[in-house]
């Protein structure tokens, strides 16, 4: 599965984006996440949505301000960033988990290029 990340950009504080993620093919019982990274920093998790049920996870970090979302259809998941913060800029990576658990980025076998994201104050 090939992953093709969009949608970042630079946004004031309090600002939104939606990131896309579209897939070279289908992600229909894949679990799909969005991680991010500053340089000198371990990426981070960010968001995750499971395929059976849609389930939705997320660090208290973005919890309430970023939500995910899927299209099966289009092979594409999204990340909604409301009420954004000089502090979530970073690079933005979407992944799809190959199993276990959705936290760790060790968990995902496949990554999109990144866009970046910054957020000014």
């Known amino acids: 599965v090939q992953l093709q990340a969009s949608g970042g950009g630079w946004v004031q504080a309090g600002g939104s984006l939606r990131l896309s993620c579209a897939a070279s093919s289908r992600i229909d019982t894949i679990n799909m996440g969005w991680f991010r990274q500053v340089p000198g920093k371990e990426r981070e998790f960010v968001a995750a949505i499971t395929w059976a049920n849609g389930r939705t996870v997320f660090p208290d970090s973005v919890k309430g301000r970023f939500t995910i979302f899927r299209d099966n259809a289009k092979a594409t998941v999204y990340l909604q960033m409301n009420s954004l913060k000089p502090e979530d800029t970073a690079v933005y990576y979407c992944?799809?988990?190959?199993?276990?658990?959705?936290?760790?980025?060790?968990?995902?076998?496949?990554w999109g290029q990144g866009t970046e994201v910054t957020v000014s104050s």
């Open positions: 992944a799809a988990n190959g199993g276990g658990n959705l936290y760790q980025s060790s968990n995902y076998i496949y």
